[in-house]
């Protein structure tokens, strides 16, 4: 990875981004920053603006407000073929009365390089991409996986700066996309290409995105890598979003030793209270990570609940406990490790959580 | 209840009301032409020698041969007219509208004068060409000219006027057909490749669209090779194409030459079709 002065040229940046269709807002002030060759994910659930956000920057829509620069230069106004930017669309897009291989030649051809040197880059192309047998194929008569590369290698010949995709292994099988994200993160690395990757699968965009960024209602919830969405939601909506979150609201109470107490249905609880300035009474959040959960806590664990198991779920590496509370609200109790269950269906346990584990959410 | 499998003996009776009917409307009176058109002699019996004098007498006519020039050239120029304007009506209504409503109405708008018949519709442009019609009425009000012009109707400038009408449709259908195949996502995966629209339209869309428009001018070329309802109405008796020479022969009882005359537009008919084909496999249609 590029470091340092090479990141002080960003490859995009988003300054607030605004799109209205009619009375609905697509898109609502959305800034971002893309440094060099990073790979960034746009995640959300449908709906959220992730994919008009996309679009923006490809050209496709117009944003009614807000600037857009790639690799420093303005292009707020530019149609898509001024842009140095390549994308590679949902349902792939291939064009279907073209060989693969003319497919591939397809935007060096529109760059005016000369026919020879097309011919050699598509060749050395397909090599990379292993789909040399393809060349004269119709896209009619490919599987879902060699549509896929046909449709980034013809993405990716081109050398944007920026690569943007649209939900670009959605339509694979899901045993081949684990295979297809490494080989894409690969690339990107290697390529020194820029990605944006819309998706609405938090597992592709924590396993990916150098920086990911959460969508909803129009608008960035968070943005930041992988790690610290997953640790510190800054939202409800990201913690509620994103895995293996315990989401609990409450009203705000006393701040002692830079704890802030919080009382809710199911209890009172210390959560580190950060730069919280709320006052008494006011309505706040806080998550706590699933694997954070205690069983048994000893006397030194503050935070406390009752909860009967109503489902054990098991997901190969992680097996997950779910307990009712005494609102009935439902709290995740995940345990690592292929082990025999901690409880069974029906047991009423007592779990709990040190104050450090708790996130408290912006208001 | 029973069920009739495919290719099983007992479907292809299901065939048989179709293949009779077109049988003894279509196959029969066919035949039936093309046997007449070769009856020589004097009398016109059954009982005539078969010979080749009719067509002779057909192609040493110079007149008759220019009528066969002509006719074709007016289904090119149809061919012509109608396929550039049938292909930017259906790229407008398809591509160019973004709201479905207005393509809707718009489409219905250009629609529902088709319900009407050729004949009636043909009928209509008499008021509007004539010396005293809409056209020439509008020119003097708006002072482009001072007399009514005389050339629109009983004119070819006016038979091609009412046929445009009548045909454009015909070119426009297939290809709002074919365009409505084409996912928009496709323009714009050519325009990140930094294809310019026109680039667009030439490399991805026209191609794409081919089929629809050959179809189109196919239908096209069919319908002015056999009009001669439009010709008669608007032409007057001042104009012909093939068409109107049959009947002409048929009014003239002259079965023979009236049967001639059809057989070679169903020849040059149907050589338009294979010619067509060659272009473009109709039946990959929608594949």
């Known amino acids: 990875m590029p470091e340092g002065p090479l990141l002080t040229q960003l490859d995009l940046e988003l300054r607030g981004i605004r799109k209205r269709y009619g009375s609905f807002t697509a898109v609502d002030g959305v800034s971002l920053e893309v440094g060099k060759g990073q790979f960034v994910c746009l995640l959300g659930p449908s709906g959220c603006g992730k994919t008009t956000t996309l679009r923006c920057i490809a050209g496709l829509e117009e944003p009614d407000d807000g600037d857009i620069l790639i690799g420093g230069r303005e292009v707020t106004g530019d149609p898509p073929w001024k842009r140095d930017i390549a994308m590679m669309f949902q349902d792939f897009a291939l064009f279907p009365h073209m060989s ?76 081949l996309r684990e295979t297809v994200m490494l080989e894409l993160k690969l690339l990107q690395q290697r390529s020194g290409i820029s990605f944006i990757w819309v998706t609405h699968d938090q597992n592709e965009a924590f396993s990916l995105g150098d920086l990911v960024v959460v969508m909803n209602h129009a608008r960035i919830e968070q943005q930041g890598p992988p790690e610290e969405i997953l640790a510190r939601p800054r939202t409800p909506f990201v913690a509620g979003f994103v895995q293996g979150n315990n989401v609990f609201r409450g009203k705000a109470g006393a701040i ?26 006011a309505l706040v959040s806080f998550s706590v990570r699933a694997e954070r959960i205690i069983d048994q806590p000893d006397a030194a664990v503050r935070n406390r ?15 997950r406990h779910v307990l009712e509370l005494a609102d009935g609200s439902l709290l995740k109790y995940d345990q690592f490790g292929a082990l025999a269950p901690r409880f069974v269906t029906g047991q009423v346990v007592d779990l709990g959580w040190r104050a450090e584990d708790a996130v408290l959410h912006a208001p | ?48 020698p078969l010979t080749f004098d009719n067509y002779i007498r057909f192609f040493s006519n110079g007149a008759y041969l220019g009528l066969v020039l002509s006719t074709f050239g007016q289904a090119a120029l149809l061919m012509a007219i109608t396929g550039t304007l049938g292909y930017s009506i259906a790229y407008f209504l398809v591509v160019k509208l ?59 400038a006016g038979i091609t006027m009412a046929q445009v009408s009548l045909y454009t449709m015909l070119a426009a259908g297939p290809v709002v057909y074919m365009l409505n195949t084409i996912p928009p996502a496709l323009r714009e995966a050519a325009m990140t490749l930094k294809a310019t629209p026109f680039t667009v339209w030439r490399r991805i869309i026209f191609p794409l669209t081919l089929p629809g428009v050959v179809i189109g001018q196919v239908l096209v070329f069919l319908n002015v090779m056999a009009d001669f309802a439009t010709v008669a109405t608007i032409g007057g008796n001042k104009h012909a194409l ?21 057989v070679l537009l169903m020849v040059c008919m149907l050589a338009g079709v294979a010619l067509a084909l060659r272009v473009v496999d109709i039946r990959k249609l929608g594949a």
């Open chain 1, 100 to 175: 693969v291989a003319k497919q591939i030649g397809f935007g060096l051809e529109m760059q005016g390089r000369p026919r020879a040197e097309i011919e050699a880059r598509v060749r050395e192309v397909l090599a990379s991409f292993e789909i040399l047998p393809l060349a004269d194929r119709r896209p009619a008569s490919l599987s879902g996986g060699q549509k896929q590369r046909v449709a980034l290698a013809r993405a990716m010949v081109t050398e944007p700066r920026i690569l943007l995709l649209d939900e670009p292994i959605g339509a694979l099988d899901y045993s």
């Open chain 2, 98 to 156: 973004q709201s479905a409503r207005w393509r809707t109405a718009l489409f219905l708008a250009f629609v529902i004068p088709f319900w009407t018949s050729t004949l009636i519709r043909a009928i209509a442009w008499v008021p509007f060409l004539g010396v005293n019609g809409v056209i020439n009425q509008a020119l003097i009000f708006l002072g482009l000219t001072s007399a009514p012009i005389e050339a629109f109707l009983y004119s070819m």
């Open chain 1, 305 to 319: 609940v009752t909860g009967r198991c109503t489902a054990v779920e098991f997901f190969g590496a992680v097996r």
């Open chain 2, 242 to 262: 093939l068409g109107n020479l049959v009947l002409n022969f048929y009014e003239g009882s002259q079965l023979r030459f009236a049967s001639v005359v059809a």
């Open chain 1, 256 to 281: 002692e030793a830079g704890l802030l107490r919080i009382v809710t249905e199911v209890g009172e609880f210390l959560v580190p209270a950060g730069a919280h300035t709320a006052a008494p009474g």
């Open chain 2, 1 to 48: 209840m029973s069920t009739i499998r495919p290719g099983s003996p007992t479907s292809y009776w299901l065939a048989v009301p179709a293949a009779a009917w077109m049988l003894a409307a279509v196959v029969v009176p066919t035949l039936l032409l093309l046997w007449v058109s070769f009856w020589g002699g004097r009398a016109f019996s059954t009982a005539s």
